[in-house]
Structures are given as structure tokens and as C-alpha cells.
T-cell receptor, first 114, second 114 residues
């Protein structure tokens, strides 16, 4: 079945440093890759996504890269701030992106130390 | 626009009881998906509804069911509750355009089964 692997499970960085979270997926038909941030007591918040027709997408301090050949994608956060501390999830759709069924990675707990 | 809303936010039930959770999607969104989040299993897809029809179903027992109303609001029901059903239940909505993949989550309903 479909599978999304996410690494690392925990990540601790100093404020101002960069953080990188990596994911691999198994379904070759997947064409959409979102990243979610979940803070304590809240639902996952969509922070950035990428489609299979591009290799990189940036939004201020956040960027996502995609390597379709290797079936992996990564989240990059630069100049980290304490408010970036949260659990981050990658996901891939079951088949095409036009579906509500997302397969999630196990999550990465990011701690940014002031 | 208001975000996805879920009620109630917290529930405590006893083993063997049943429970109904409610979700109101973002205005104009017609697709609603439900997920279960637990520390051990992470985020797992339950089902997706569009135009009052179930489009996708995850790997959960038949005790888990859902429905969608004509105004796109959705409910999920869990019958004969088990201790293992304790989890955060999340609802997410999508716009359901052919190229609109973004899915937005509500805050969740925290269900505790004792």
C-alpha cells in the first residue's frame, strides 16, 4: 500500500539556524505534496505545498523541494524562530492530488531554542 | 472566510457507547474528509464525502461511519466505543475543483473513552 516515511522524528536547532525535514513516498501516481504544521491543541495547518510539475517552491523562510525520480521531498526552514517550534507533517495523496485521502508521515517535532 | 469548525471540542464517553461528531467545512467547500490522530498511529484517513456521497474509505472497522448533508456539513459516528478509539478526530475540507488540491483542517474533537 501507499507509504510516506518522514525523518527525523525530532529535530532541535538554535534560533537562526536552518532546519530540514525529509520525506519519501511510494505511490508513483502522487502529484501533490503538502506540508502541515501542528501546534499543541490545534489542528494541522497547511504551510506550503508543491506539485509534481515543479522542483522547488519558496514562501518567505520556508521552501519545499521535490525529486520525483527519487520519490522524495523536503521542507527547508531558514532563520528559524521560537514560534517555528511545532510538529511538522508531510503528506502525499492516494493517487492524484484531487482526493481527500492523504497519507501522512509520522511527524517531526521541531524545537527551536532561543 | 471562517475556517473549518468542529463540535464538540472535547468528549468523554464510556466503552460500549456511541458518539457523533460534527464538522462544518469552509464556506463553498464541498468535500469533507475525516482523520483519526493518535500518538501511536499518527494521522490516518477515515473517509471522504462529496455531494453527500462517500468517495473514499480508509482501513477502519464498520463501527466508524459518516454522512454528509446537502449544505456540506458532515457528521461521523462511532458505535460500540472501544478504549482504542480514544483519539483526536480531525475534519478537513477541500474546494473540489479539478485542480484544487489544498485541504484545510479544523481544530479537532478530542475523544476520550473510559
Amino acid at each position: 500500500g501507499e507509504n510516506v516515511e518522514q525523518h527525523p522524528s525530532t529535530l532541535s536547532v538554535q534560533e537562526g539556524d536552518s532546519a530540514v525535514i525529509k520525506c519519501t513516498y511510494s505511490d508513483s501516481a502522487s502529484n501533490y505534496f503538502p506540508w502541515y504544521k501542528q501546534e499543541l491543541g490545534k489542528g494541522p495547518q497547511l504551510i506550503i505545498d508543491i506539485r509534481s510539475n515543479v522542483g522547488e517552491k519558496k514562501d518567505q523562510r520556508i521552501a519545499v523541494t521535490l525529486n520525483k525520480t527519487a520519490k522524495h521531498f523536503s521542507l527547508h526552514i531558514t532563520e528559524t524562530q521560537p514560534e517555528d517550534s511545532a510538529v511538522y507533517f508531510c503528506a502525499a495523496p492516494h493517487g492524484s492530488g484531487n482526493t481527500g485521502k492523504l497519507i501522512f508521515g509520522q511527524g517531526t517535532t521541531l524545537q527551536v531554542k532561543p | 472566510k471562517a475556517g473549518v469548525t468542529q463540535t464538540p471540542r472535547y468528549l468523554i464517553k464510556t466503552r460500549g457507547q456511541q458518539v457523533t461528531l460534527s464538522c462544518s467545512p469552509i464556506s463553498g467547500h464541498r468535500s469533507v474528509s475525516w482523520y483519526q490522530q493518535t500518538p501511536g498511529q499518527g494521522l490516518q484517513f477515515l473517509f471522504e464525502y462529496f455531494s453527500e456521497t462517500q468517495r473514499n474509505k480508509g482501513n477502519f472497522p464498520g463501527r466508524f461511519s459518516g454522512r454528509q448533508f446537502s449544505n456540506s456539513r458532515s457528521e461521523m459516528n462511532v458505535s460500540t466505543l472501544e478504549l482504542g478509539d480514544s483519539a483526536l478526530y480531525l475534519c478537513a475540507s477541500r474546494s473540489q475543483g479539478a485542480t484544487t488540491y489544498e485541504q484545510y483542517f479544523g481544530p479537532g474533537t478530542r475523544l476520550t473513552v473510559t
